[in-house]
């Protein structure tokens, strides 16, 4: 079982870069394929980047494409986002997500979460 610890979120203005990063204990972090998911004020949670296990596939929201960047250091078992051009629209919860098979969009798919770190865009 793989735990989950998010990092990096803060408080930025409109145009700015953030780089969130979620460390991996407890597997063989190779193995899963990892996302990102974000949570904004009175909305559901949803799907904003996944990687694959060896970090080959990556795919993207659309709102973000162009904008933001997935990946991954499996030696140093950390997943990252590189979120450049913020929008206010960005402001969320982001999660990481671990799945020990396959790389998917669909949240209920994934069993493991981390806590979650906050992300505020100022405009």
């Known amino acids: 079982q793989v735990h989950l610890v998010e990092s990096g979120g803060g408080l930025v203005q409109a145009g700015d870069s953030l780089r969130l990063s979620c460390a991996a204990s407890?597997?063989?972090?190779?193995?899963?394929?990892m996302a990102w998911f974000r949570q904004a004020p009175g909305k559901e949670r949803e799907f904003v980047a996944v990687i694959s296990g060896y970090g080959g596939g990556t795919s993207y929201t659309d709102s973000v494409k162009g904008r933001f960047t997935i990946s991954r250091d499996n030696p140093k078992n950390t997943l990252y986002l590189q979120m450049n051009s913020l929008k206010p629209e960005d402001t969320a919860v982001y999660f990481c997500?671990?799945?020990?098979?396959?790389?998917?969009?669909?949240?209920?798919?994934?069993?493991?979460w981390g806590q979650g770190t906050q992300v505020i865009v100022s405009s």
């Open positions: 407890g597997g063989t972090f190779s193995r899963y394929a």
């Open positions: 997500a671990a799945h020990p098979n396959f790389a998917t969009l669909l949240r209920a798919q994934y069993d493991y």
